[in-house]
């Protein structure tokens, strides 16, 4: 089977020469059936991504106990022929935006920390409101700003003696 055949020439000769149907590789591998038929026909335009037809091949090739390397050396070498899938995709995005910061995040933090933790400054924020309207009002209250008092009998010669003890 080495040679000039395909990866999916290869793949389709082994079920052929062990007698499975399409069906039956479907249900060995897990790989639906529409995924296993274009494999055999290297139509790899069915997968999202690369990973899935080297994982799919993986699987298939094992399955049929083919030489799982050279297989999987063979489809590189295809997949590097093909315009969609001879890079790998870039893993992240080149520039990642402001918005995407805040909302990565947004999706890290703990609903019940961060509720507490504005309870809590809540709690602060009420507290020092408070303190600066009774400061305030102690300030402009005229009471507050008379000298210390003087207590002065109303009549000095009548007064009480004092008690003795």
Known sequence: MKGMST???QLRLAREANN?????????TKIRTDHVRALEEGNFSV??????????????????KLDVPQIMAALDEELGRTENY???????EEANKPLDHLTFLLAKL????????????????????IN????????NNPLTNLPPARVEPANPGNTLPLPKH
Not at 20 to 28: D, H, L, N, Y
Not at 86 to 92: D, F, H, V, Y
Not at 113 to 127: N, S, T
Not at 132 to 138: D, G, K, Q, W
């Open 132 to 139: 600066s309207v009774l400061r305030h009002r102690a300030k």
């Open 20 to 28: 499975f149907t399409v069906e039956q590789i479907a249900e060995m």
């Open 47 to 64: 997968f999202s991504a690369p990973v899935y037809i080297r994982g799919s091949v993986k699987n298939y090739a094992t399955r049929m």
């Open 86 to 92: 001879s890079e790998p995709p870039a893993l992240t």
């Open 7 to 9: 990866v999916a020439e």
């Open 110 to 129: 703990n609903l019940k920390m961060a509720l507490a933790g504005a309870v809590v400054l809540g709690i602060i924020l009420l507290v020092m409101l």
